[in-house]
């Protein structure tokens, strides 16, 4: 089975950070497209971090400049590195995984349950 666990949300104050992880079992994260998404109470899931197979980066305008997505190849997990944080960053926060993802956003197929990100 694939699953993706995601891990290292809280709630912080304004201007702080966190580093959430995102733990993948079966499936090699090095062969997939993997992403974060995040939907706040009330709003659409929206995207806001992608990074390819071949280690291209696509960031949210909102997110850019503050937040860094990574791969752990070693460690099969996916981590995404929240700085400067914003009240408009509370959300759920989800990482996802495609086999062929429609760059940067599209064709997501395996998802994770989701870390909570509260930000006041």
């Known amino acids: 089975d694939v699953q993706l666990v995601e891990s290292g949300g809280d709630s912080v104050q304004v201007g702080g950070s966190l580093r959430l992880s995102c733990t993948v079992s079966g499936i090699t994260i090095s062969e997939y497209a993997m992403a974060w998404f995040r939907q706040a109470p009330g709003k659409a899931r929206e995207g806001v971090a992608a990074?390819?197979?071949?280690?291209?980066?696509s960031y949210a305008e909102s997110v850019k400049g503050r937040f860094t997505i990574a791969k752990g190849d070693a460690k099969n997990t996916l981590y995404l590195d929240m700085n400067n944080l914003e009240p408009e960053d509370t959300a759920m926060y989800h990482c996802a995984a495609a086999t062929d993802c429609r760059w940067p956003w599209g064709n997501y197929n395996v998802w994770g349950q989701g870390t909570q990100v509260t930000v006041s």
């Open positions: 990074i390819d197979q071949d280690g291209k980066m």
